[in-house]
Nanobody
Framework: QVQLVESGGGLVQPGGSLRLSCAAS????????MRWYRQTPGRARELVAT???????DYADSVKGRFTISRDNAKNTMYLQMNNLKLEDSAVYLC??????????????WGQGTQVTVSS
């Protein structure tokens, strides 16, 4: 009953920018922490950035200073602004959220992923 849908991926040249979005919909009481992960074939899923319900943020060292995570609580939507993209940023980016559907129950949800390809 809860869905996360990512958008905004695509092909970009090194040094370029992209903005990813993750929209939560369905039976939502509140959205707690939200995160962006990324995954490439043959590698473990990597935590890229986290934002709490109070907008406290944290980043992987590999993206600090280049990526910015934000959220719009009124829209139940999270964003990832990615600047100065590098070849090694190419991956499927996945949205994660801990969402409460009632006052007493919260579960983890994942989006389907959006492909980001950095290539010249």
């Amino acid at each position: 009953q809860v869905q996360l849908v990512e958008s905004g991926g695509g092909l970009v040249q090194p040094g370029g920018s992209l903005r990813l979005s993750c929209a939560a919909s369905g039976r939502i009481f509140s959205v707690n922490a939200m995160r962006w992960y990324r995954q490439t074939p043959g590698r473990a899923r990597e935590l890229v950035a986290t934002i709490t319900s109070r907008a406290i943020t944290d980043y992987a060292d590999s993206v600090k200073g280049r990526f910015t995570i934000s959220r719009d609580n009124a829209k139940n939507t999270m964003y990832l602004q990615m600047n100065n993209l590098k070849l090694e940023d190419s991956a499927v980016y996945l949205c994660f959220a801990n969402i409460a559907t009632t006052r007493y129950r919260a579960d983890n949800y994942w989006g389907q992923g959006t492909q980001v390809t950095v290539s010249s």
